[in-house]
């Protein structure tokens, strides 16, 4: 044991001899501002983003008409809404929003609309699963302020039920 405390102070005195030469280092903070880049949005995000813009993020319920999962235009046709009830519709295309946060579900949402244009596919279905309603609750919202939403209902048993919206929509351009 008492080898090891001379070792210890024997380094200890060398150490602080080496450091009595040397001299404190002034500290010069130099800043680095990066330009920002502008983003050169392309024609299919143009579009997207253009299909984001009908998504508000405040909540009203005033577009709804009696049922939060139920929704059409003035102008759809009765038999539309009849046949999407009743799950005549087989959706084209499928959007799972499971585990997304609300701005991801707006911009995969945006993405779908523009995809089902350029394909001119007529039904599509959105999954977006149970968990703590937060998505449940503001996609109907969503889908009822953009334009080319014809109507949307809940999905039959086949396609998801209480945890997936079937959506009609129109894709004239």
């Not at 009830?85 to 997304?100: E, N, S």
């Not at 599509?124 to 699963?129: F, L, P």
């Not at 703590?132 to 939403?149: A, M, R």
């Amino acid at each position: 044991m008492k080898k090891k405390n001379i070792n210890i102070k024997q380094n200890y005195n060398l150490f602080i001899t080496t450091q009595r030469k040397t001299k404190k280092i002034v500290q010069d903070t130099i800043f680095h501002f990066h330009k920002r880049k502008k983003k050169n949005i392309k024609k299919e995000n143009y579009e997207q983003e253009l299909n984001n813009f009908y998504f508000s993020k405040n909540k009203s319920n005033i577009l709804y008409q009696f049922d939060p999962i139920c929704y059409f235009r003035e102008d759809c046709d009765k038999k539309k809404i009849y046949k999407l009830k009743k799950g005549i519709y087989k959706p084209g295309i499928f959007l799972d929003l499971h585990g997304l946060t609300q701005k991801e579900a707006r911009r995969e949402l945006g993405y779908l609309f523009r995809i089902c244009q350029k394909e001119k596919i007529f039904c599509a279905n959105i999954m977006h699963g149970h968990g703590k309603n937060i998505l449940k609750n503001s996609i109907p919202f969503w889908l009822s302020q953009h334009p080319d939403v014809i109507a949307f209902h809940r999905s039959p048993k086949i396609f998801g039920y209480n945890a997936a919206l079937l959506v009609l929509i129109d894709f004239n351009i």
